[in-house]
């Protein structure tokens, strides 16, 4: 199985609003629980980078499968 959740919270400094986002990506597999977290502040860690991340775990999770 696998997750994915954002979570977005706004923080104001000297009255200018600063959003911060917080992406928790993971996956299980055979024996292994793989966790991959990002972060942006401004605008959200960019997907493409983000994606190409996660399916390097994943395909080294299937690489190392006990």
Avoid at 26 to 32: E, K, L, M, N, R
């Amino acid at each position: 199985g696998g997750f994915g959740w954002r979570i977005t919270a706004t923080f104001t400094v000297q009255r200018i609003r600063v959003p911060l986002y917080l992406d928790i990506l993971g996956f299980v597999y055979g024996p292994a629980r793989v966790t991959l977290f990002s972060s942006g502040v401004l605008r959200p860690f960019p997907a493409p980078i983000q994606q190409g991340l996660f399916s390097l775990l994943l395909s080294r999770a299937k690489a190392h499968r006990l």
